[in-house]
């Protein structure tokens, strides 16, 4: 599956809210890609809740990150450390 973040979203990802959206989404699949193309900026919040909240609830979901741009790469990297 594939999840496209502008079509649903603004430039800017912040919310644990937002977050809780896209993952209500993907508990059915195997393999998500996320795709952040057009997205400028992602918050702590919305990050957390994705990559790692719903990623340790459950590992047995790839997601698979896509289009970061150079700031959303960053608050990625920052909460996978």
Request: hydrophobic share 45%; with cysteine; charged share 25%.
């Amino acid at each position: 599956m594939k999840i496209v973040l502008n079509k649903t979203f603004n430039a800017s990802l912040v919310s644990r809210s937002q977050a809780k959206e896209v993952c209500n989404q993907l508990e059915e699949f195997k393999e998500v890609e996320i795709d952040f193309d057009g997205i400028q900026w992602m918050g702590q919040g919305f990050a957390h809740q994705i990559f790692v909240v719903f990623a340790r609830k459950h590992p047995d979901i790839k997601l698979e990150p896509v289009n970061m741009s150079e700031d959303v790469a960053k608050m990625y990297a920052h909460v996978m450390h």
